[in-house]
């Protein structure tokens, strides 16, 4: 029997939005399974939902899909946490150009660290080029209308939040 492909789909997800649903659609039309893992070392002060409640948005947002996309977390290096799911690919997406210079330092990072561990980009859909976590909190503390840019289960939250 052919061996299941893995991707895992790493990030900070505070909030989860459009942008990376899209993403996650896409890259099951390449893998059967898809893993986002939110960095739990990068829980920064400043995380406006606590890595439960992110993970419980994604669970929700995914459900319908079943086993083919999971939730999870993980403690330090990526690569590391690749290794032991056994996904040899890591997916990260693109927006702007200005994502460029980011991404491409830890992709090189990350090869450097295991070299036998692909990351392989997508491009964001065109209607969430502009679409960033960070400015969906900051549109969404500030009243705006944010119910284009994140699924249901967030925009209940972040109902909540503000
Ligand atoms: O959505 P983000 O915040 O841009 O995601 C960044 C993330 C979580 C993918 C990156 O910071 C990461 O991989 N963190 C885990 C720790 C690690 O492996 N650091 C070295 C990266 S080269």
Redesign the pocket.
Same mark, same amino acid.
């Given at each position: 029997m052919a061996q299941t492909k893995i991707a895992i789909y790493?990030?900070? #997800?505070d909030p989860i939005t459009n942008g990376h649903v899209d993403l996650v659609k896409r890259t099951l039309r390449v893998f059967d399974q898809v893993v986002v893992a939110?960095?739990r &070392?990068?829980e920064k002060d400043n995380s406006l939902f606590t890595l439960e409640e992110r993970l419980e948005m994604i669970r929700e947002v995914f459900k319908g899909l079943g086993s083919r996309v999971k939730a999870d977390s #993980?403690d330090?290096?990526?690569?590391k946490y690749a290794k032991k799911t056994g996904a040899k690919v890591i997916i990260?997406g693109l927006r702007a150009v200005s994502d460029f210079e980011?991404e491409f330092? $830890?992709a090189m $990072? &990350?090869r450097e660290?295991a070299p036998d561990l692909e990351t392989l980009f997508m491009m964001t859909g065109q209607s969430h080029f502009y679409l960033s976590?960070r400015l969906v909190k900051e549109v969404a503390s500030l009243g705006g209308d944010v119910s284009a840019m994140v699924p249901k289960a967030v925009l209940k939250k972040l109902g909540e939040r503000f």
């Open positions: 790493p990030g900070s #997800f939110i960095a &070392n990068q #993980f330090g290096l990526l690569v990260r980011y330092q $830890m $990072m &990350n660290l976590s």
